[in-house]
């Protein structure tokens, strides 16, 4: 196992630097005068203003060169700072950081203890009523946008209810954890609502593969209750790839977040970004996406390990 | 029963319920967004300020919005242009993506090693967040959000191109087609695309879904297609601020949406269900 960890950290150091690389280069895509951009075009800059800046800031050097300094700076923990704020973009995505993070979490919460429930239950009442029901509510899970269904949960509540989830400010969980679930239950229900789905699916599929299985005959042969077989055999192989999916599509939250965000107004990191490409604050802008795309390759890495834990197959590859 | 009807696949593509409701869905999607300049009711940008935010009714089916355009038929324009995207985007993603992980998977050697790794690279990120930045670095408009779509999707049609054709290269056809002294570009595009094609089919359709959404997403956050032209992403968005008077603006584009991606999604699970044997699933024994 130690042996396996370790060769899955070594394999993280060329994805980090390839992430940043792409980051890099896809900042480089934006048109127009990078000086301008950096500062906004209200201001008119002389030529030599401009040129001053540019050496200021690097950009007489190649792209290479400009990378390179770039990534010393950014593993120091310098990405930077906010045009728009003044402030560091390193300290602003730390502040931001929590509540995306409660966000996913709740909402991979959510998507588990709805979709296994619902997706074991289609499986054990195939072809039933409550099978039909459970995948009708997959289906649209996966067709429903959730800046779509975040839009009429604020409606309905506002409308109905008179309570406007996304009145006041924020209130972190170590402050008010009762005010701060009440702010992040509607934002975790809209982004868990599509992986729900996908985990209802798997589990049922899983199931039902395992249900077919010989030694589940075996089982069955042998005057093993069908609940007994389900419970003793089957749940826990059928676990396994919804385990997996758990794992893989656990990263796609912090995408989703994003939009969430918007949709409730939720100061995470995903509204930063946003606010980031309106204003067109580059540094926050790139220091952010690549954060993300960290934290996507860290979450992977913990999904691969617990996956390893739970299937001793993986490790001797 | 002629001899097209009689391929296996249609057949049992007709046999299957989700697929059939897929295609019905996607057919009429298609039928609108084909024809939306003759079958919509008023035009997509026509304002009519003396119409705005009428609730539906029998003049404007889904009602009109704030500059009292007909709701109705700015949907079926936004078909038009949602579908224009997903096209145009899959069939770059699909194409390229195929064509790549081809030469790849044939090639072998370290070709193969850089282009996987590149390929790894891509899945490092989440798919919104990669499409939302090249989206953002590029600029909103249709072409830059086919040009993120696109790029983001490309790498999934090349690891399961790629899967294929190392699992054809080892066959006995292959070997028996060089044997006959078949050259490689002969072999690549004769023998081996043609065979490594049907697994990429079940994630088309799954790509044409995922197209739409994000398509929807990039337009709702502004980093899409460019109003007053119709999205329903964007429709979505203006509806914000008008909910509590017009909640049917909300309503709406939603809905749209969502049949959409709901037909790719069946058609998908039909398509699944016939190419991935490891799925059929034989009746439980209850």
């Known amino acids: 196992m130690r042996n396996y960890v370790f060769k899955r950290l070594l394999t993280l150091i060329p994805t980090l630097l390839g992430i940043s690389v792409i980051v890099f280069l896809v900042m480089r895509l934006i048109p127009g005068d990078t000086i301008s951009a950096m500062i906004g075009t209200q201001f008119k800059l002389t030529e030599a203003q401009a040129e001053a800046m540019r050496r200021y800031y690097g950009l007489d050097k190649s792209l290479p060169e400009q990378y390179g300094l770039w990534l010393s700076a950014a593993v120091q923990g310098d990405l930077g700072y906010s045009v728009r704020t003044g402030q560091p973009v390193l300290s602003e995505i730390i502040r931001r950081y929590p509540l995306t993070m409660e966000l996913a979490l709740v909402a991979m919460a959510i998507a588990v203890a709805v979709g296994i429930p619902v997706g074991l239950v289609s499986a054990i009442q195939r072809d039933t009523v409550l099978d039909y029901a459970g995948r009708l509510f997959a289906l649209a899970g996966l067709a429903i946008p959730g800046f779509w269904m975040g839009t009429l949960i604020i409606y309905g509540l506002s409308v109905y209810l008179h309570i406007l989830p996304n009145s006041g400010a924020y209130v972190e969980f170590a402050i008010d954890p009762a005010e701060n679930l009440k702010q992040i239950i509607f934002p975790a229900l809209t982004l868990g609502l599509a992986f729900s789905a996908a985990v209802m699916r798997t589990t049922r599929s899983a199931l039902l593969e395992e249900l077919n299985k010989d030694y589940a005959r075996t089982a069955r042969a042998k005057g093993h209750t069908e609940r007994g077989v389900i419970l003793r055999h089957c749940l826990k192989n059928a676990l396994i790839p919804v385990i997996t999916l758990i794992g893989l599509e656990a990263g796609y939250l912090l995408g989703g977040a994003i939009i969430v965000e918007e949709v409730f107004a939720l100061p995470g990191l995903g509204r930063l970004l946003l606010n980031g490409i309106n204003q067109r604050d580059y540094a926050l802008v790139q220091g952010v996406i690549l954060f993300i795309a960290f934290s996507f390759v860290v979450v992977n890495l913990l999904a691969d390990l617990a996956y390893a834990v739970i299937n001793p197959r993986v490790r001797y590859e | ?286």
């Not at chain 2, 035009?43 to 089916?61: E, F, H, V």
């Not at chain 2, 919104?128 to 959000?145: D, E, K, M, Q």
Request: hydrophobic share 50%.
């Open chain 2, 1 to 286: 029963m002629n001899k097209s009807a009689g391929s296996p696949f249609l057949r049992r593509l007709g046999r299957s319920p989700s697929a059939v409701a897929g295609l019905i869905i996607i057919t009429f999607y298609v039928v609108v967004a084909l024809f939306a300049t003759w079958l919509a009711p008023y035009s997509a940008a026509g304002q009519n300020p003396k119409d705005r935010l009428q609730s539906p009714n029998s003049r404007y089916w889904v009602g009109t919005d704030e500059f009292g355009r007909d709701i109705f038929s700015r949907l079926m324009f936004g078909a038009t242009n949602s579908l224009t995207v997903a096209l145009i985007s899959v069939s770059l993603a699909f194409a390229g993506g195929t064509l790549i992980g081809t030469i790849s998977g044939y090639v072998g050697g370290w070709t193969d090693n850089v282009i996987m790794r590149l390929v790894d690279l891509m899945f490092a990120f989440p798919a919104l967040l990669l499409a939302l930045a090249i989206a953002a670095a590029l600029g909103p408009g249709l072409r830059n959000t086919v040009i993120a779509i696109a790029v983001v999707y490309l790498p999934i049609f090349a690891r399961v191109a790629r899967g294929s054709v190392l699992l054809l290269k080892g066959l006995e056809f292959v070997e028996a087609s060089r044997s006959l002294g078949v050259g490689h570009v002969r072999m690549i595009f004769r023998h081996i695309l043609p065979n490594a094609i049907a697994p990429s089919l079940v994630q088309l359709s799954l790509a044409f879904s995922w197209a739409i959404l994000t398509e929807a997403a990039l337009s709702f956050l502004g980093l899409g297609t460019i109003p007053p032209n119709p999205s329903w992403g964007s429709m979505l968005s203006d509806s914000r601020t008008m909910m509590e008077l017009a909640p049917w603006m909300a309503v709406a584009p939603g809905l749209a949406i969502m049949f959409c991606v709901l037909g790719f999604n069946l058609l998908g699970d039909g398509v699944r269900d016939i190419l991935d044997p490891h799925l059929h699933l034989g009746k439980t024994p209850q």
